[in-house]
């Protein structure tokens, strides 16, 4: 069973999404930088270890990245799932982990990357908006896109609205990523994810308004 640690920062939804899915993998831990995430109780409460490194006191973002990556390794994960993990990481951290860390971003990348995603499509006028998972890459919010869910900007959307609705498909696409790469049905090829499926409808798409 492949091992998996969660890297988050805050209420860790994601996380838990993904923890309440059970994909078949094993939970090595689940790590914070802020000791106050409301995400690490709910970690405890499935019976997943957690540990707190936080990025106050280190010199640089090297020396930090350094010492959570020598954390992260020393519960030889397969796969890292940053699940609303704060931080911008260093060129190195990225590239020890290519191929094997994994990000949920609010929005159809590469459309808005960033912050302030859900804001910023009302702001342009979008119909649909969404969310993707993809592998990590030095570039943030970019990386081999691995799923996306679209949901309808509806004419009296806030970003609050908007939010909400695109956390709904998070929570859904989030772990059913994980459950592809434990299952191996995950490869890159030249750059672009290839999802292994059994069934895949050609003719799907989703139009709004319809
Ligand atoms: C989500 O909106 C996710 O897309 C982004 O950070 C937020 C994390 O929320 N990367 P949560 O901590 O999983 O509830």
């Given amino acids: 069973m492949k091992k998996v640690v969660i890297l988050i920062s805050g209420r860790g939804s994601n996380m838990e999404a993904i923890l309440r899915a059970q994909p078949p993998v094993e939970f ?23 540990a707190v490194l936080s990025h106050k006191g280190f010199d640089s973002r090297e020396a930090f990245d350094a010492e959570l990556a020598r954390l992260i390794d020393g519960y030889t994960p397969d796969l890292i799932v940053l699940a609303g993990f704060m931080r911008i990481l260093s060129e190195g951290f990225v590239r020890h982990y290519e191929g094997r860390m994994i990000n949920i971003h609010p929005s159809l990348l590469p459309a808005f990357t960033g912050l302030n995603t859900h804001a910023r499509a009302i702001d342009e006028g979008c119909k649909l908006h969404g969310c993707t998972v993809h592998f990590v890459t030095g570039e943030l919010d970019h990386g081999p896109i691995i799923a996306q869910a679209a949901v309808p900007v ?39 994810v290839r999802v292994r499926l059994d069934t895949v409808d050609p003719s799907a798409s989703l139009r709004f308004p319809a």
């Fill in 28 to 50: 090595a831990a689940v790590i914070s930088n802020k000791a106050d995430a409301a995400g690490l109780e709910t970690a405890r409460a499935h019976g997943i270890p957690t």
């Fill in 154 to 192: 509806l004419n009296d959307d806030t970003p609050e609205t908007l939010s909400a609705r695109v956390l709904v498909q998070e929570h859904r696409l989030y772990p059913e990523a994980v459950r592809w790469f434990a299952e191996d049905r995950l490869s890159l090829l030249d750059g672009k």
